[in-house]
């Protein structure tokens, strides 16, 4: 899985969760951006000049501080198996990044990378 398909990713999660995702100009002492609280409602803002590895770094430590990500790290086998049996309607289901239920059927790099930031943070 390419680093933009895995970014793409992250930011579908982001939406799912109602976390707005931004890419502006950050002054050099800010970092390369992070995980804020807005009027009550999260937003991620990362640095536009970043590159794409950073991009994808950033915006995985700040979903993996959310409480909220961690139902959906649980693997959906069950959407697997629909995919196989009927591939127009799974494919329409991951389209829209859902599995079903409040649960979102993740890619094995893109969870496995949210559990490392969470693995973190729990530390």
């Known amino acids: 899985m390419t680093q933009e398909a895995m970014l793409e990713e992250l930011e579908a999660v982001a939406a799912r969760l109602a976390v707005k995702v931004t890419y502006e100009a950050l002054a050099a002492t800010v970092g390369s951006g992070g995980l804020c609280r807005v009027k009550g409602q999260y937003r991620v803002i990362i640095d536009k000049r970043t ?10 430590h700040a979903l993996g501080q959310l409480p909220m990500v961690s139902p959906m790290l649980v693997a959906k086998p069950a959407a697997n198996r629909a995919s196989k049996a009927a591939p127009d309607a799974a494919q329409g289901a991951a389209a ?23 693995a973190l943070r729990a530390s």
């Open 51 to 60: 590159q794409l590895g950073e991009r994808l770094a950033a915006l995985a």
């Open 96 to 118: 829209a990044g859902q599995a079903g239920d409040d649960t979102v059927a993740l890619s094995r790099p893109v969870r496995d990378l949210l559990r490392h930031y969470q």
